[in-house]
């Protein structure tokens, strides 16, 4: 098991922004790929955005792309999704999630591992 605990969200009017963290404690983060996914109620779980291992490479949802910015830090065993220009429509649960694996993936159901997830909402 890899704990992942997420942090960062919050209420936000429109346009506002904020960063979310993701951490592991007690393992290392940097033999997985992460992503960030979302969850609104009476939605199915949709992707947001992943990273490699390295940091090298970094995939996004269209909906939030050149929005939302992924992030590693391998050092200090955290994963962060920096928003901004936020929208209404962004409002859910997300999830931090890790997978042993080199690629980008964008289903979650090839995810091992899940946070608890933290509440974004977003007012207009």
């Known amino acids: 098991q890899v704990p992942l605990v997420e942090s960062g969200g919050g209420l936000v009017q429109a346009g506002g922004s904020l960063r979310l963290s993701c951490a592991a404690s007690?393992?290392?983060?940097?033999?997985?790929?992460m992503g960030w996914f979302r969850q609104a109620p009476g939605k199915e779980r949709e992707f947001v955005a992943a990273?490699?291992?390295?940091?090298?490479?970094?995939s996004y949802a269209e909906s939030v792309k050149g929005r939302f910015t992924i992030s590693r830090d391998n050092a200090k065993n955290t994963v962060h999704l920096q928003m901004i220009n936020l929208k209404p429509e962004d409002t859910a649960l997300y999830y931090c999630?890790?997978?042993?694996?080199?690629?980008?993936?964008?289903?979650?159901?090839?995810?091992?591992?899940w946070g608890q997830g933290t509440q974004v909402t977003v007012s207009s």
């Open positions: 999630a890790a997978v042993r694996n080199v690629l980008i993936l964008r289903d979650p159901w090839r995810y091992d591992y």
């Open positions: 990273i490699t291992r390295s940091g090298g490479a970094t």
């Open positions: 007690g393992h290392t983060l940097s033999t997985y790929s």
